[in-house]
């Protein structure tokens, strides 16, 4: 564990991918925007912003067909902007697997016309450009199946002892009939045991929104992991403290004093992780250098953020910046 967050630390710049079937609504439910609603209006948490009920959500995979994805040029990119490692959200808070699961069906080979395996063809993609590779999985959040009811059980209980109880990211509009412990039991563990074992080049479990969840639940999230490769490193997000890396909040830029462990900042290219049709406010190639260069010269990473659209494309924003990004590194990587 020692040598892989060595190694890890060594790495400096990667890329974060944020793709899911928000992609689609891209910020806009029923010609709303986001800015309208609850929530905290990134791309990526329209179905609670908009409280989209579970069945009417499940139906955008049906429409789900990014004949644009290019998992080969993606990770080209990446290489070519000097980012050594990429992590993609292999299930975000909707539920939805980007990957074939054996769990659940609601995934990307499963229950849309595309039919194919994102994960697989980063992980693949990935191998030739010698691009290291992660997953983002939301753990305790997951507006599909069940996540919810540990709030709704820790809230009632508060409520009789007079405290106050956050139920932030919490599906409370249309909550599936699970129990918490069914979606651990038979959801979210089991796809992380998937996860790792149908990819064995998985190196990072980016996990996340601990909120409410325990700590005997974070730690079998932990358990599992390490039990199948004790070499995985986990983020801190995994809540109770049980990370292996620190993650600062998004977009910040930490003391260098701050940290007595390795850390990753995550940052977007505008205002959103999801792809947002609206959201133009990108950062110039200059100001990313900026974070970049601040954020390694205090012995960080910087992880990266796009958000490819709901056809797989990649905004020309970004991929603009990022050869940009890749043409000051061609310069000066080594200097
Ligand atoms: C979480 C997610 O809810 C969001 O959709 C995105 O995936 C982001 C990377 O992570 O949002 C957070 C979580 C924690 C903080 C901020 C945003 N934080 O600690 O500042």
Known sequence: KKEALKEFQDLKFGMFIHWGLYSIPAGTWKGKKMEEMKGPGVAEWIQLAAQIPRKEYAALADQFNPTSFNADEIARMARDAGMKYLVITAKHHEGFAMYKSDVSSFNIVDATPFKRDAVAELVKACRKYGVRFGVYYSHNIDWADGADAQYKETKEANDR???????????????????????????????????????????????????????????????????????????????????????????????????????????????????????????????????????????????????????????????????????????????
């Open 161 to 335: 002892l007079g405290k106050p109880t956050s139920t932030f990211g919490a599906n409370l509009w249309d909550p599936s009939p699970n129990t918490y412990q069914e979606y651990l039991d038979e959801k979210s563990v089991p796809q992380v045991k998937e996860l790792l074992t149908k990819y064995p080049e998985i190196r990072y479990m980016w996990f996340d929104m601990p909120e409410l969840i325990r700590k005997e639940q974070s730690f079998r999230f932990y358990k599992t992991v390490y039990d199948i490769n004790p070499r995985v490193i986990v983020a801190e997000r995994i809540g109770n403290k049980m990370g292996d890396y620190a993650i600062p909040g998004d977009n910040q830029i930490p003391d260098d004093k701050k940290y007595n462990m390795p850390w990753e900042t995550v940052g977007t290219f505008n205002n959103s992780w999801g792809y947002k049709s609206y959201d133009h406010d990108w950062k110039s190639a200059q100001e990313l250098l900026y974070w970049l260069l601040q954020i390694v010269s205090k012995g960080g990473n910087y992880m990266l953020n796009i958000g490819p659209r709901g056809d797989g494309s990649v905004p020309e924003p970004v991929v603009k910046n990022l050869k940009e990004i890749g043409d000051w590194m061609k310069v000066n990587q080594d200097a």
